[in-house]
């Protein structure tokens, strides 16, 4: 028996043993197309020679020098190059090692801001039902996602929660979608007055919900009216991006589209490209100020904050994607992907929604297109899903719970921004063969 304590310990995986551009390798040989970037993180797929020679150059320099002591380059240039896009001088970067812990720093920054404001009351944070923030115990507090926080609730703060916005399942059939993005949003405001604003300190949501949701983006004008409703209330808009930013949905922040701009962004997966772990917390200016006038710094910490190697990695995945425009790869071949998509599946008994934006896209199972019903929990799925597409070489990323946290199952894809039409083509054969091979819906 191997002594790794794997996700799954009655799996037998196959060993990966290497990758180039879009394929992954296993030991016997064998060949899977990358669909889903592991988890939404390679975006530029696997073996970039750029960006394996900047991890070389920066660990012959400089490996790691605890921030405690220092700062470094590869940290200075990659916050500038982020704020720079944010679009405000003097937002500030907090870089950490996964998009848990973005999520944790960004929940005790919020809370450290009111306290620096005198307002200690804001301890509460909203956030929405099926929603993924990550695995630490106050990210999977702001999480909506049953299957992950079933174990450990005892242990979870009970935060409020309000419904996602989620046109396929609840948007109504006699409005339009600027009327349900503004009836969806009102349940924040609802929300907001059921706890009393002078004890919410922010507002969680995924700008393009992930890994419970697959890939779903809210309806025009939803986040300009949460925008609002937060800024009424003196609230901060926290937006999670760990898998919808960084270039995924076809800008850099996934929030550009929407027209708004939050208080606070988390990023991680796309940020270092899977070349190194690496996440940030980006903070408007106004919350560094207060914080540091008040405490002098911010109460929080980790050994590999700012490493300098996996900033080293997060430039030249920032320097790749802009010296090849590789986000207008994203948006061309995301808009090819989601039409052979929607051509291959028009008619599919069991597909019910293709959703997504870029190359963020989600494909919702249903056992009815009619009603829209899911498929049940009991079926495991997601995990017949998973086993079949690899079968057929193809790594994607099924997940259940879709539809109400129990029920449903979604395959989310986010493949690598240097697709090409030929790529697009052989994930729409191989998301068909493997559809087809499931015998039970």
Same mark, same amino acid.
């Given at each position: 028996?191997?002594?790794?304590?794997?996700?799954?310990?009655?799996?037998?995986?196959?060993?990966?043993?290497?990758?180039?551009?879009?394929?992954?390798?296993?030991?016997?040989?064998?060949?899977? %197309?990358?669909?889903?970037?592991?988890? !939404?993180?390679?975006?530029?797929?696997?073996?970039?020679?750029?960006?394996?020679?900047?991890?070389?150059?920066?660990?012959?320099?400089?490996?790691? @020098?605890? /921030?405690?002591?220092? /700062?470094? !380059?590869?940290?200075?240039?990659?916050?500038?190059?982020?704020? +720079?896009?944010?679009?405000?001088?003097?937002?500030?970067?907090?870089?950490?090692?996964?998009?848990?812990?973005?999520?944790?720093?960004?929940?005790?920054? !919020?809370?450290?801001?009111?306290?620096?404001?005198?307002?200690?009351?804001?301890?509460?944070?909203?956030?929405?039902?099926?929603?993924?923030?990550?695995?630490?115990?106050?990210? %999977?507090?702001? +999480?909506?996602?049953?299957?992950?926080?079933?174990?450990f609730e005892p242990l979870l703060q009970d935060w409020p929660k309000i419904a996602p916005c989620y046109a396929y399942r609840f948007k109504r059939s006699d409005e339009s979608d600027t009327e349900y993005g503004l009836r969806c949003a009102a349940e924040l405001e609802t929300g907001i007055e059921r706890v009393g604003a002078e004890n919410v300190a922010a507002f969680f949501a995924e700008t393009v919900a992930g890994a419970t949701m697959g890939a779903l983006p809210a309806v025009e004008g939803y986040f300009r009216e949460i925008r609002e409703i937060c800024d009424r209330h003196n609230i901060l808009l926290v937006l999670d991006e760990v898998m919808s930013g960084c270039g995924r949905t076809g800008s850099y922040f996934a929030f550009e589209q929407e027209g708004i701009r939050p208080d606070i962004v988390t990023?991680?997966?796309?940020?270092?490209?899977?070349?190194? +772990?690496?996440?940030?917390?980006?903070?408007?200016?106004?919350?560094?100020?207060?914080?540091?006038?008040?405490?002098?710094?911010?109460?929080?910490?980790?050994?590999?904050?700012?490493?300098?190697?996996?900033?080293?990695?997060?430039?030249?995945?920032?320097?790749?994607?802009?010296?090849?425009?590789?986000?207008?790869?994203?948006?061309?071949?995301?808009?090819?992907?989601?039409?052979?998509?929607?051509?291959?599946? +028009?008619?599919?008994?069991?597909?019910?929604?293709?959703?997504?934006?870029?190359?963020?896209?989600?494909?919702?199972?249903?056992?009815?297109? @009619?009603?829209?019903?899911?498929?049940?929990?009991? %079926?495991?799925?997601?995990?017949?899903?998973?086993?079949?597409?690899?079968?057929?070489?193809?790594?994607?990323?099924?997940?259940?719970?879709?539809?109400?946290?129990?029920?449903?199952?979604?395959?989310? %894809?986010?493949?690598?921004?240097?697709?090409?039409?030929?790529? !697009?083509?052989?994930?729409?054969?191989?998301?068909?063969?493997?559809?087809?091979?499931?015998?039970?819906?």
């Open positions: 028996m191997a002594n790794v304590f794997y996700r799954e310990p009655t799996h037998t995986y196959p060993q990966a043993v290497r990758g180039d551009g879009v394929y992954l390798y296993d030991a016997s040989g064998r060949k899977y %197309l990358d669909g889903s970037g592991g988890a !939404a993180v390679s975006c530029l797929g696997h073996g970039n020679a750029t960006v394996i020679q900047a991890v070389k150059d920066q660990l012959d320099t400089l490996a790691f @020098a605890h /921030t405690t002591f220092f /700062t470094n !380059a590869p940290q200075e240039e990659l916050a500038a190059g982020l704020v +720079s896009k944010f679009g405000e001088e003097d937002a500030k970067v907090y870089f950490l090692s996964g998009g848990s812990e973005a999520n944790e720093a960004a929940i005790k920054l !919020a809370r450290q801001y009111w306290v620096a404001k005198g307002e200690e009351g804001k301890r509460l944070f909203l956030s929405r039902k099926q929603s993924y923030h990550g695995n630490t115990l106050g990210a %999977l507090s702001l +999480s909506g996602n049953p299957g992950r926080r079933e174990v990023m991680a997966k796309g940020l270092g490209g899977g070349y190194q +772990s690496i996440a940030a917390t980006l903070s408007r200016g106004f919350i560094q100020e207060a914080v540091v006038e008040r405490f002098g710094g911010f109460a929080h910490g980790h050994t590999y904050v700012g490493h300098p190697t996996a900033c080293a990695a997060g430039v030249a995945v920032a320097r790749v994607i802009e010296e090849q425009d590789l986000l207008s790869n994203v948006n061309t071949i995301g808009d090819y992907l989601r039409a052979g998509l929607c051509d291959a599946f +028009s008619e599919h008994p069991y597909v019910g929604d293709i959703r997504g934006r870029g190359l963020f896209i989600g494909i919702e199972l249903v056992t009815d297109r @009619a009603t829209k019903e899911p498929p049940k929990a009991e %079926l495991g799925l997601p995990l017949k899903l998973r086993n079949t597409a690899m079968e057929n070489g193809l790594i994607c990323y099924p997940a259940g719970g879709t539809a109400d946290g129990r029920d449903g199952v979604h395959i989310m %894809l986010a493949p690598p921004f240097i697709y090409t039409e030929a790529h !697009a083509d052989e994930l729409v054969e191989k998301i068909t063969k493997t559809l087809t091979g499931i015998a039970v819906i």
